[in-house]
């Protein structure tokens, strides 16, 4: 019986033959499967999904509420920027006769500066700045903690208009005050600008959905700031050229 067994199954069998070739397909199948990490019944795969996670994690990031603080960290850097490169300039600018110019007709044309020299500005800068020091370590983290700092930024984007429109009217100051006016002035400046960039750089990470785009958001943010920064120093400077020559 054991021989009819063998005899059965034996190599020679077509039926035989047969069986193991079918046994070596499956086992190729199986191997390449296995190899390739597919099978037969494996799902395809939509080519288009990287678009998607790209287009949604775009959507993560600009946020509209992160685009509304973009726009304003761009513009805040291009009219302080403006402001900081001219008013310099306005301090050097000869000073002119306001009574017997011919060209002067006040409240509103003249084209007079204070004259002051390279030192004295200089001198005006560098006391700014040592105030500065105090105004960004110690007396921002009080107000910003008091009063929130959205309420901060605020109350410093509603200041920063009367700063721009009483700057010209300067020089119609009497001259023994003057430079009280000035250095006034400078500081509120100042004070204004130390109070409305960290505002608006806490303003945009707070905007952020999650930690993974905060990296992202900030570069985008800072580039904007940066064009800000270029823009602004050339439109100032050209409108005071254009205001000087027509008076």
Known sequence: ?????????????????????????????????????????????????????TSSKFKTIFTPQSNL???????????????????????????????????????????SGFGLGSQTIGILYTLNGIIGMFVQFIFFPFCAQRYGVLRCFQAVALCFPFIYFVTPFLVLVPESLSMIIVYLLLMTKMILGMFAFPCTTILLTNTASSLKVLGTLNGVGVSISAIGRAVGPALVGEAFTVGVKLG
């Open 69 to 111: 603080t973009l726009i304003v960290y761009g513009m805040l850097a291009m009219h302080s920027m403006g402001f900081d490169s001219l008013f310099p300039v306005y301090l050097h600018h000869p000073q002119q006769d306001m009574t017997n110019d011919p060209d002067v007709k006040l409240p509103f044309k003249f084209t």
């Open 1 to 53: 019986m054991f021989l009819e067994k063998i005899k059965t199954a034996s190599p020679k069998d077509p039926h035989f033959k047969s069986t193991a070739h079918e046994e070596g397909n499956n086992t190729i199948s199986t191997s390449k499967a296995t190899t390739y990490g597919t099978s037969n019944n494996s799902p395809d795969y939509d080519i288009a999904e990287p678009k998607k996670k």
